[in-house]
């Protein structure tokens, strides 16, 4: 069930794109600003709207770790934003000067795309704030734009309605007509599937266009085999043009927005529609899940943003606990791995662990040597804080692994008793009082055997 829980109708002109961290909720306009909200209360922060921008905003996105913004514009420009403060780091101009459409962030924060309606695409490095490779498509503009997983490769969509896969030095590795009135959107889940046949560990990418359909595909990175991408199937629940997919973060759900003013959330597995929300009434321009909370922003050219909350299958903190106690620790998945990750407040790290594969036995195996040099964190503060709470993973496997003696159990209920010598004692007096009422009532007959009055103590033996 999807509940509407919260309306934002702080912009005044069409809403184009939201995005989700952690923590926070971009939006972005045709009114040229950029608007910031906390996740606790949905209270726009201190220092929204972000103004800087002297056309139209159409893309916005966060970093991975969220420190970061980034918000694209008709003026030809990709801001770069401080989600701590709101200034500016840097105003990063499309070389051609032409309207910037889409922008995005690599997993590791190392590149960010900008595609522009020209059809060129430049790859940002984020460190230095400085451009790194670029290059162009053939036909039409650069609308949509996905990073796979490991962020060694992304995927275009252009108004053409050609799917094009680059590597990171803007090496041009597939190309393929997707959709033939134009893609709008396009989005790859994290969480890889296997084929069933070969082994091989595919992700889902989702495409959406002006046909009315959104498309899966089934998408091989490999380097020693280059790009595969293959045609899954076509979900056709819009009756009107699609402009936005996105994968919920456990990839079992898919949502989209469309000209016919509806929201529908597909289960990705069987493409059954899960729910579809029509309380947005102009065309449906973005929408987006949060990381590891079941929240769903949806925004419109009706100048608003809707946010639901709904029952998901997610990863969240509030299943963590119970599956710490269905679930050995070392038998976890990757997906139970990242759940306790949110848990703890290191949603920052799913990605990085989803990425290295890490599931509960190789989550147990961590030390400081193999987050230094193989997972390459860098900060100690965290380190330190992961090794301390796998730490008291291990104490929480310990703790239930060990037997309890019986005598600390409960004779009747089995349970824990606080205070087993004094509950030992009552239950003995109990014993001892049934022990005498049975052999008060007892009516003795010649052919009986005599009662075992061995099996009490000697002091207590009945006269």
Known sequence: MATLIHTLADHSDDVNCCAFSPSLLATCS??????????????????????????????????????LLASCSTDGTTMVWDTHDGQVLAVLGQPSGSPVRVCRFSPESTYLVSGAA??????????????????????????????????????????????????????CLYNEKAHDLGVTCCDISSQPISDGEHGSRYFQMASCGQDNKVKIWLILFADSLGVELRYKCTLSGHSAPVLACAFSYDGQMLVSGSVDKCVIIYETNTGNILHTLS?????????????????????????????????????????????ESEVAVQNWSEDDVSAWLCAQGLTDLVGLFKRNNIDGKELLHLTKESLTNELKIESLGLRSKILQKIEELRMKMVSVSVAIPDEFLCPITRELMKEPVIAAGLYLQQSLDEALSKIQNFEYKEQDPLPLLLLLPNSQQIQ
């Open 30 to 67: 045709l009114d040229k600003t950029v608007r910031i909200y906390s996740l606790s209360d949905f209270t726009e922060l201190s220092y929204s709207p972000l103004k800087g921008h002297t056309y139209a905003v159409h893309c916005c996105c966060f970093s991975p770790l969220g420190h």
């Open 118 to 171: 020209d059809g060129s695409v430049v790859l940002w490095n984020v460190q230095s704030l400085k451009l790194y490779r670029s290059g162009s498509v053939k036909d039409g503009s650069l609308v949509a734009c996905a990073f796979s997983p490991n962020g060694n490769c992304f995927v275009t969509g252009s108004s053409w309605g050609d799917i094009t896969i680059w590597d990171d030095t803007m090496r």
């Open 279 to 323: 309380q947005h009434t102009r065309y449906v321009t973005t929408c987006v899940f949060a990381p590891c909370t079941a929240l769903l922003a949806t925004g419109s050219m009706d100048k608003t943003v809707n946010i639901w909350q709904f029952d998901s299958k997610q990863p969240c903190a509030g299943n963590t606990v119970e599956k």
